[in-house]
């Protein structure tokens, strides 16, 4: 079913129908677009907190009715949004210069430099996708077709920064510069649940040198946004952390895109949902540390380090789940890569793929469905991989003394 010329319609089909009907959601003049909804809803509250960092009035980053006011006065007609005063320091004042302009203008400016952001993350990972250079029209339209774009821009989100961190990692993971890939991890920590879920991978994968990037990275910038904001400021998003869990529903007002609201769908008890999830979070860390430290191919370890990385993380929405752009890459190039192989395990994954590159745009359907092409296909995909490296090992294992069998291997099971 998935033929070249097939996957070329459909992404194309995609990429017209999605940016058409953004189009003209947002063709209408003002900051509000033709349903009359905030244009890049989420900026509006990176908005205001940048305004609050340019005028230096700091201690209004966590007062939830100065925001309030702020908004209605930059977005007049924004009533029914309400924003709960969550976010860090680093992202006030990476927002602040922006704020100079009016509301629209920043946003134009934010969504041109998230789209640079992402094709240039694309443009890194088709370096090192060479299976995949034949098929470069293709590949060019399906990035412009992932519905992960779409979703973080229309969320006016810091998706992309998050993804910039996280393909900057794997380049340098790819060239065993550990430290490196962990100090761009470690910058995640602007979103501290995402830092820590690296963290969390990498310790369960042993790989201590990324851990101790992943640490510097954070403390680095962590110390320089103290120095410019002032460590009163710091000690108040302190606070403000150890406060989510009693506004963590309002965070997430629906279920999120990982294990944790997987269980929460399946498990209504609050005390047993959060048991099951630690146990299955630890699972998934666990599977993903044994698939990096085998020996298949190194896009299939990425990947399955990023998924990991995405399960564990008690916050996912929509909009995170840009991340699995990388992901898709990655996993195509391998199946080009093993074109002709008849294993069924190995056919399994380009379906997995296709399920996770149109999972993005799924926010509308019931969670009993929309979870299962999201965490449930970001699952499977995890436990393919780790069933195959198993294969792999018992093959080769049970073909030790055939020169011919550790030939087959390399052809089909490329190592890292």
Known sequence: MLTLARLRAYATLIAIGLWTVFAIDFSVAGPLDRMGKVKGTDFLHFY????????????????????????????????????VPVESPQLALLISPLTAVSYTGALAIWLTLGAALYALACAAL?????SLHPYARLVMVACVAFPGLLTAILHGQTAWLSLACVVAALAALRRSRRFAAGLALGLLVFKPHWAAAAAVVFVFAAEWRVVAGIVAGAFVETVVTGTIAGWLVMASYARVLINLPSVAGLLEPRLG??????????????AFSIAIFCVAATAAAVIAAAIWRSSVSIDLRLSSAVIAMMLINPHVNAYDL???APVCLMLANWCVEQAGNGNAGIRTMPALVAILFVSPVLGGVPDAVRLQCTAGAMCAVLVLVYLLNRRISFWMFWN??????????KKYFPAS
């Open 48 to 83: 205001v907190i940048g305004s609050i960092a340019r005028e230096g009035r700091w201690s209004e980053l966590y007062d939830t009715s100065a925001q309030e006011r702020r908004a209605r006065a930059t977005v007049p007609g924004s009533a029914d949004v309400v924003f």
């Open 126 to 130: 088709w370096r090192d996708a060479g």
């Open 257 to 270: 895109d990982s294990l944790r609201g997987y269980v929460q769908l399946l498990v209504s008890s609050p």
């Open 322 to 324: 840009l991340l699995l």
């Open 400 to 409: 030790a003394g055939d020169t011919s069998a550790a030939v087959g291997a």
